[in-house]
């Protein structure tokens, strides 16, 4: 390598001579090599281009630069050199692609490379100018005139945007996009009466496309020439009765003038034609249910047109999913609503966001048994959605089918990638590690809480859970106490949490300072447990209040019967489980 890079540099000098030898030997008021001798140049533009394709940037440029100091006039050097400058000088960048484009008016490349530069710089009108210039030398480049649509669309230019639509067409010929843009620039021009004649004329071209006529009479409407509207609504359906946008723009109509009971027929012709698509249908259920909140409407007429359409054949749930939604947002009855959910899974039973959705409303309702009969169909549609395995399992602990619960989750966490959300992760191995604790399975459990933290350190209960039954065990009782610490920080008046750092503090010697959260505890809960009173009493029997301790031992016997509590209260003193 040091043989390769003393070569380049001997190289590198043997060029900076032979410039300087050159430039000894000119005349002074030229200072340019005489244009006869073209090897040297050659040379190093060659050369250039080498280091170029060799990604050897800073050679290239050195070698360019040399090369436009013995031909200042040369245009393609003015261009290579613009692509390195526009990495550190965009004015220098612009400035020779200037120079290049006037030295050669006529290359296509230096143009479209000026008018980008242009662009960068939001000098709109040079750019404009560079594409018009651009557009000169090559009549047939439709892509110049979309650049150039849309510059003069930017510069509210719309008599420009006009004349380059026109020229597209001359290349691409007429079509509904290039009318419809025409348009739109008469629109913004004030023209009513240019757009409607583009508009006119496209409808003109295509006769037996009755949508054009439709879009003529939805035009008019806009405008404020109801009675034309409506006669071209009715010649179209006069040709084809169940035209469905023709039908919807009567809808509309008939809307604008009033006329409801008009209005509603139509809405429920188009609902119940079978012809209608269902995005048609959704379209227009959703005007159906606007304009009934706007008129403090009944719903159960929206919901009669809804239950009648469905009553057809679907072809998708979109309708149903629909429905829902509204009796949703009416506040219909649970059932009614569930009772629409289980429509949408009957004609979609892959729908997983619809599934979850009704499985988290049951779930609401403590039917554990209904979640199960919801969960285990979505695994064979949708085994890859982790959610199910996560209701299916908590649906088992629920019911105490311990078993049944692990290896819903464990089917579940293997469905794991990195798109998963780890919060979901998380919770998974804090309900798998409770579940392992209960089996007896605690060196599982606690890799199970380990996992649970590697997916969400935060994850408080998890935190909680697993420093209690550290405490319990005695193991690891330092890092049990941070985990603990943690959780009381997060929610500082849960009893829960309190009971478990007063524990910890317990089960380390530190007494009176478990004396004093056992105190906290015991504020912030109303209902003390059996257990509670059960620590509550160690603790205070542990700094020498032992009749206070008796106290809280008898309430603990009180709630739940326990022959070691009992035999704490005949002997008066502390016995560790």
Request: net charge negative; aromatic share 10%; with cysteine.
């Amino acid at each position: 390598m040091r043989k390769v890079r003393s070569f380049f540099c001997c190289l590198r000098l043997w060029m900076g001579l032979m410039v300087l030898s050159l430039a000894v030997q000119l005349p002074a008021q030229d200072a340019v090599v005489p244009t006869g001798d073209d090897s040297y140049y050659q040379y190093l533009y060659i050369e250039a281009l080498r280091q170029q394709e060799s990604d050897n940037h800073d050679a290239a440029f050195d070698l360019l630069s040399t090369c436009l100091t013995l031909r200042p006039d040369a245009a393609e050097l003015y261009y290579l050199l613009a692509s390195y400058y526009a990495v550190f000088d965009s004015n220098k960048c612009l400035e020779f692609m200037q120079r290049a484009a006037a030295l050669d008016p006529s290359d296509h490349h230096y143009l479209e490379r000026l008018g980008q530069s242009y662009i960068h710089a939001r000098d709109v009108q040079s750019a404009i100018d560079t594409y018009e210039r651009l557009y000169e030398v090559n009549r047939k480049r439709s892509d110049v005139l979309q650049v150039l649509l849309r510059l003069y669309g930017y510069n509210s230019d719309y008599a420009g945007v006009v004349r380059t639509l026109d020229r597209i067409e001359t290349i691409e010929g007429d079509g509904e996009e290039t009318a419809l843009a025409k348009m739109q620039a008469y629109a913004q021009m004030g023209n009513q009466k240019a757009e409607y004649q583009v508009l006119q004329s496209l409808a003109d071209k295509h006769p037996n496309d009755l949508n054009y006529r439709v879009m003529m009479g939805n035009w008019l409407l806009r405008h404020e020439r109801e009675k034309e509207a409506y006669k071209i609504y009715r010649q179209v359906l006069k040709k084809e009765p169940d035209h469905v946008e023709a039908h919807l723009s009567l809808y509309d109509y008939y809307g604008e003038k009033g006329m409801y009971d008009q209005q509603r027929l139509t809405a429920e012709r188009l609902m119940l034609n079978p012809s209608t698509p269902t995005e048609n249908k959704i379209t227009l259920m959703r005007q159906v249910i606007q304009s009934n909140e706007r008129a403090h409407g009944d719903s159960t007429e929206v919901l009669s047109l809804f239950h009648r359409a469905m009553a057809m054949p679907q072809k998708n749930a979109d309708l149903a999913e629909l429905c829902a939604a509204y009796m949703e947002l009416k506040k219909m009855p649970r059932e009614q609503v569930d009772s629409m959910l289980r429509c949408v899974l009957k004609i979609e039973p892959d729908n997983a966001p619809m599934r979850l959705h009704l499985i988290q409303r049951v779930w609401g309702t403590g039917d554990y048994d209904e979640v199960i009969r919801l969960c285990q169909p979505a695994l064979k549609y949708n085994p890859d959605e982790m959610a199910f395995y996560y209701f299916l399992g908590l649906a088992h602990y629920q019911h105490d089918e311990q078993d049944e619960a692990l290896d819903a989750l464990r089917r579940g966490v293997s469905q794991i990638n990195s798109e998963s959300n780890s919060e979901l992760v998380s919770d998974f191995y804090a309900i798998m590690g409770d579940i392992l604790h209960q089996k007896g399975m605690n060196t599982e459990a606690f890799e199970a809480y380990d996992s649970c933290l590697h997916w969400k350190s935060d994850n408080i209960s998890c935190l909680n859970n697993y420093a209690y039954y550290l405490s319990v065990e005695g193991k690891d009782l330092s890092r049990a106490e941070q985990m603990s610490y943690r959780t009381i920080l997060a929610e500082p008046e849960n009893a829960t949490y309190l009971d478990t750092y007063a524990w910890v503090l317990f089960r380390q010697g530190r007494y009176a300072e478990a004396r004093e959260y056992m105190d906290r505890t015991l504020a912030a809960d109303t209902m003390p447990s059996a257990t509670l009173y059960d620590h509550a009493g160690d603790i205070y029997y542990h700094i020498g209040q032992t009749d206070k301790a008796v106290d809280f031992w008898q309430k603990a016997v009180e709630q739940d019967a326990d022959a070691l509590i009992e035999e704490k209260i005949r002997k008066r003193k502390y016995i560790e489980r």
